[in-house]
């Protein structure tokens, strides 16, 4: 067990549906880190929030957003969904930023997002 | 920008000793890291890697050439747990993301 919890573990929705998925870090974690798992892309970076600002964006969509809150949970909003949004949504902790720490990640179990 | 690139698929039999290469190209660099990841769960840290050498932790071990781009696991007395995928990732330049590989799938046989 990481520490990093995320709700909920499975969600199965409709194109054109709105999700949420949500994301409790570990504790006194303040980075959250966003990827997208898809068989044919791998693990693929979305967006990082450090105390509450966004850091970094990677390969995120203009119909996803997400944000940090002052208790440190992130939440990912996922719009105008579409099939291949289908994926797993992992998200991950870690104390602070990357650069140059060697400041591993941990992830959570991940929710399986599938759109029908 | 960075790239990496790692092969898709190996595999292997129990008792055995395999490595995993990884090679990288990237602007800036802030170490190398190595994530398992068993099928449908979350990624796991195995190890770090700045400065050129072997990291030995265990029956895994990861080197690290800065020179040449490149990086290794190397698994021995394989496990049918082992079965996995296994992760090269360098965070970007501003170190505020980490960019993965697309994995290795280690198939352990008896």
């Known amino acids: 067990d990481s520490g990093v919890t995320q709700t909920p573990k499975h969600l199965i929705t409709a194109t054109g549906q709105r999700v949420t998925l949500r994301c409790s870090p570990r504790?006194?974690?303040?980075?959250v880190y966003w990827y997208q798992q898809s068989l044919d892309q791998g693990l693929q970076f979305l967006i990082h929030y450090y105390n509450g600002e966004e850091r970094a964006k990677g390969n995120i969509l203009e119909r996803f957003s997400a944000q940090q809150f002052p208790d440190l949970h992130s939440e990912l909003n996922l719009s105008s969904l579409e099939l291949g949004d289908s994926a797993l949504y992992f998200c991950a902790s870690s104390v602070d930023s990357l650069g140059g720490g060697g400041r591993e990640q941990f992830f959570g179990p991940g929710t399986r997002l599938t759109v029908l | 920008g960075q790239n990496i690139d790692q092969p898709t698929e190996m595999t292997a039999t129990e008792g055995a000793i395999v490595q995993i290469n990884c090679t990288y190209q990237?602007?800036?660099?802030?170490?190398l890291f190595w994530y398992q990841q068993h099928a449908g769960e979350a990624p796991t840290f195995l190890s770090y890697?700045?400065?050129?050498g072997l990291e030995e932790k265990g029956r895994f071990s990861s080197f690290l050439s800065r020179s040449k781009g490149y990086s290794y696991l190397l698994l021995k007395e394989l496990q049918m747990k082992d079965s996995a995928s296994y992760l090269c990732?360098?965070?970007?330049?501003?170190?505020?993301?980490?960019?993965f590989g697309k994995g290795t799938t280690l198939s352990v046989s008896s």
């Open positions: 504790s006194g974690d303040l980075s």
């Open positions: 990732a360098v965070p970007n330049q501003a170190g505020t993301a980490l960019i």
């Open positions: 990237t602007s800036g660099f802030n170490g």
């Open positions: 890697n700045v400065l050129d």
